[in-house]
Nanobody, 115 residues
Framework: QVQLVESGGGLVQAGESLRLSCVASGSIGNFNVMGWYRQAPGKQREWVGS???????NYADSVKGRFTISRDNAKNTVYLQMNSLNPEDTAVYYC?????????WGQGTQVTVSS
């Protein structure tokens, strides 16, 4: 059973940065796409961005230019570098991995940005 484990969340002030990590129990090359989602209190989970096996990335407009997704295949890890954080970025951040047959989710990591 594939597992995704996120880490790196925490409490930061507006304008600061955080880097989230998502470690897969198997090769991330098994996933066609890996992505990050977030869910703020009282809101639906929303897509943040994704990266495919070729390293092509896409981002939601709300984070474009501030967030960067990267992958290290040797470490089976996908990263979400978040810069210029603001209070609207406060949410639980989830890692997601999709194969042709199934979608996997991590347990989430809390990011809180104070003003």
């Amino acid at each position: 059973q594939v597992q995704l484990v996120e880490s790196g969340g925490g409490l930061v002030q507006a304008g600061e940065s955080l880097r989230l990590s998502c470690v897969a129990s198997g090769s991330i090359g098994n996933f066609n796409v890996m992505g990050w989602y977030r869910q703020a209190p009282g809101k639906q989970r929303e897509w943040v961005g994704s990266i495919n096996t070729g390293g092509v990335t896409n981002y939601a407009d709300s984070v474009k230019g501030r967030f960067t997704i990267s992958r290290d295949n040797a470490k089976n890890t996908v990263y979400l570098q978040m810069n210029s954080l603001n209070p609207e970025d406060t949410a639980v951040y989830y890692c997601n991995g999709r194969t042709l047959l199934k979608t996997y989710w991590g347990q989430g990591t809390q990011v809180t940005v104070s003003s």
